[in-house]
């Protein structure tokens, strides 16, 4: 993927600007046995008004890249560009700005809560510290924000505890909108749900989505629910953007052997196309981020490696409009005139 190196405002393919840019970033942590190499090297934008989705097995880097995107962790490597301002640059008073602007949903409703706190402490919080209401203003503002999450009122001096999971993440959720950001990041908003609660969650964010003009990062595991609410899908392996593209393209045709194994993982509702249906299981486990495999990371487990993807690492490129991949079975310079053509 070619990566713009000024400041000036990215546009897309359909002439829309990019709220978000992402280039090249790199998170990792010493430890003491050595180095967590977390996210690799990763470069990606988000449209204003969209949701980009990533999708991914546990540990391969999706909410510490969240995390990392919002500053709550310093990058080690790369930048991030909100509205022409690189995130990471950006002095304590213009990032205490950006913070109004970019927010965080948390995937624990149950730890991302002080239980100290009653719902208007909470969510009052960060009217305090931006200085946004105060007085009755103030009590005023959380319960029209209790109200737009589905949750009463008159609840605002209850306790955390006093709530379902469910309940609780729809508070976490007013707290995100308390100051009227533009950019949420969703770490995985809903996997410690229950499953009848999951959809009700995520047809709240949609339509917030729709009456303030939101943009979403949209951390999960669950891919039919990811294909539900984002505009475009990524697929990140130990670290690393193994796919992108639009949601409905990724979903019926996808190039990455990873990206294949994932989806014919998910159960068809029809029991004859279930049955012949051919499943691609991945044997191993992941390999552990402090010593990812040479070239691809995803060698070690993929049914198609050849011996080029032991020695060269692939170039994300590509391939298609707006379809992204880093897999040699689609690099010319690898494969020759052997290359797959999507």
Not at 167 to 194: H, M, N, T, Y
Not at 227 to 236: E, G, L, P
Not at 323 to 341: D, I, P, Q, S, T
Request: charged content about 25%; proline content about 6%.
């Amino acid at each position: 993927m070619k990566v713009i190196l000024n400041n000036s405002p990215v546009k897309t393919k359909n002439n829309q600007e990019a709220l978000v840019e992402v280039r090249n970033l790199k998170k990792y942590f010493n430890t003491g046995s050595g180095v967590v190499k977390a996210v690799s090297d990763v470069s990606f934008t988000i449209k204003k008004g969209e949701t980009l989705g990533v999708v991914g097995e546990s540990g391969c880097g999706k909410s510490t890249m969240g995390r990392t995107v919002l500053r709550l962790y310093d990058a080690t490597e790369g930048e991030v560009w909100f509205e022409g301002k690189n995130v990471h640059k950006a002095g304590s008073g213009e990032l205490k700005k950006l913070r109004r602007d970019m927010q965080m949903i948390f995937q624990d409703p149950y730890a991302s809560l002080n239980p100290r706190m009653t719902i208007e402490d909470i969510i009052g919080e960060a009217l305090d510290l931006h200085h946004l209401a105060s007085g009755a203003k103030r009590k005023e503002r959380i319960q029209e924000l209790l109200k737009l999450v589905g949750l009463r009122p008159e609840h605002i001096n209850r306790f955390p505890h006093e709530f379902s999971g469910g309940q609780r993440q729809r508070i976490g959720i007013a707290r995100a909108l308390a100051v009227e950001p533009k950019f949420i990041v969703c770490d995985e908003p809903i996997s410690a749900l229950d499953v009848s609660i999951q959809a009700q969650v995520v047809n709240l964010l949609s339509d917030l989505q729709d009456k303030f003009g939101l943009t979403y990062l949209f951390i999960a595991h669950d891919l039919s629910m990811v294909k539900h609410i984002s505009d475009r899908v990524a697929v990140m392996y130990l670290g690393k953007m193994a796919e992108l593209s639009a949601s409905e393209e990724l979903y019926e045709n996808p190039l990455h052997p990873y990206t294949q194994a994932l989806l014919s993982a998910i159960p068809i509702p029809d029991p004859e196309v279930e049955r012949k249906r051919q499943r691609v299981v991945l044997e191993g486990d992941v390999p552990s981020p402090m010593n990812p495999p040479s070239g691809c990371h995803f060698r070690t487990r993929c049914p198609r490696a050849m011996e080029s993807c032991a020695k060269i690492e692939p170039v994300w490129q590509e391939v298609k409009p707006d379809h992204f991949v880093a897999c040699h079975l689609y690099n010319e310079e690898v494969m020759g005139n052997k290359v797959l053509r999507p």
